[in-house]
């Protein structure tokens, strides 16, 4: 089946065969590897994307479904000049990350959980973050970026 997406902007075209999930045409066909493949169950969210600016485990998605669709993995946060997102600087700055398997999927998350809730307190980032799993960090940085992220990413979205 012949399927075009636009991934960070840029679009991508390919025949795929019909059960091809989104994170391997991201991942073989787009050639963006960042998105992980973790359980393939939907269980730890290593593999979030934004589809049409919507939090998605991607290991669920058809490329099928994606057709014509936008989608944006988390080397197409940083802006053209290389600055890092907002959410990707609060995660540095905070250390949220250990081995960086779950990052990009906690990422994408958190950018899709402050698009749809620019104040969160923590008690609602912990509910957000539940379905993507880190098993090395604790997620007491990974909760403290996201609350730090906030208002950097809200003054980003409104300038």
């Known amino acids: 089946m012949k399927v075009t997406v636009t991934v960070n902007g840029s679009q991508v075209e390919a025949e795929v065969p019909d059960r091809t999930l989104l994170v391997h045409f991201l991942r073989d066909v787009a050639n963006l590897t960042a998105t ?82 620019p104040a969160p307190t923590e008690e609602e980032v912990r509910s957000a973050l539940e379905g993507n799993l880190c098993r090395c960090t604790g997620y007491h940085n990974i909760v403290r970026a996201v609350l730090a992220a906030a208002p950097a990413e809200s003054e980003r979205r409104s300038s």
């Open 36 to 117: 992980n493949v973790g359980c393939d169950t939907t269980s730890c969210g290593a593999c979030t994307v934004l589809l049409d600016g919507r939090s998605v485990k991607s290991c669920t998605v058809l490329a099928a479904q994606a057709d014509g669709r936008e989608v944006t993995t988390v080397e197409g946060l940083a802006d053209g000049s290389g600055e890092m997102h907002p959410v990707q600087r609060a995660f540095q700055a905070e250390h949220a990350l250990q081995c960086g398997f779950c990052t990009p999927g906690m990422v994408m998350a958190t950018v899709s959980l402050l698009a749809e809730n």
